[in-house]
């Protein structure tokens, strides 16, 4: 059934060394594609050009960046996974004239979010990912810690099984029964206007945009179960 996703879970969100490469799986890597349809050759599946496999589920890869790599066709950045790891994204879109908006929205210390990301070798013997497909690609205005934290916060705001309000909290100011929340992002609770008010002045007003951001996209990814790939799910505003 569909469900708010946790954004820790390294299956759905996996890091670098765990995605399935874009040319060459391992029995493995069978969690994320069915690779019935393709002869093993001593233990390795190979795929073809014209070979297309189906994902078993729905994945995404998180990564910050931490470098602006320039180059003068497309847009490269050096960004790190949840494990720390630091590898290359490549922007390969058959669409150039998308490179201008991904060079203004990817500043350092943004998040790259991929659904459906692989892990893959370049020629100058770099690992990272080859984006190719703008629809699976979204950039949020954060970081990797920023986004793990608002996401435990939707979560705990919104039942995780059916994407509905839990129930009572605590009051995210002071440990007291939440009755409220915040009008903006329907997420931070409160028990509370007073507690509301402390809490806006000390970090909640820079938090909110964050969190509205976190929340429409929670809701968003709580349309489909992860589990079970039927059709593709991408992003509806990419990049």
């Excluded at 060079?103 to 893959?120: D, E, P, R």
């Amino acid at each position: 059934m569909p469900g708010l996703p946790d954004l820790r879970d390294r299956i759905f969100f996996p890091p670098l060394s765990r995605l399935p490469h874009d040319t060459r799986f391992s029995q493995s890597e069978c969690e994320y594609y069915d690779l019935s349809v393709i002869p093993p050759m001593n233990g390795t599946f190979l795929s073809t050009p014209d070979m297309t496999l189906r994902p078993r589920r729905h994945w995404c890869l998180l990564a910050e960046i931490v470098e602006l790599d320039f180059w003068p066709f497309r847009p490269m950045y050096k960004v790190k996974d949840v494990t720390g790891q630091i590898f290359l994204a490549a922007f390969h879109f058959d669409d150039r004239a998308l490179f201008p908006k991904v060079a203004k929205k990817a500043v350092l210390g943004s998040t790259i979010c991929v659904m459906y990301a692989s892990f893959h070798y370049f020629a100058d013997g770099q690992v990272g990912v080859r984006l190719e497909e703008p629809r699976n690609v979204k950039i949020l205005p954060f970081g990797l810690d920023e986004l793990a934290a608002m996401g435990d916060l939707c979560r705990r705001a919104w039942n995780t099984d059916t994407g509905t309000k839990a129930l009572a909290e605590s009051c995210i100011a002071c440990g007291k029964p939440a009755a409220k929340r915040c009008s903006l992002c329907s997420v931070a609770p409160y028990c509370s206007k007073e507690c509301q008010t402390s809490d806006w002045k000390a970090k909640h007003k820079k938090e909110c945009p964050i969190t509205r951001i976190v929340s429409h996209q929670m809701r968003s990814w709580n349309e489909f179960d992860w589990d079970s790939y039927v059709v593709h799910e991408g992003f509806e505003d990419f990049i």
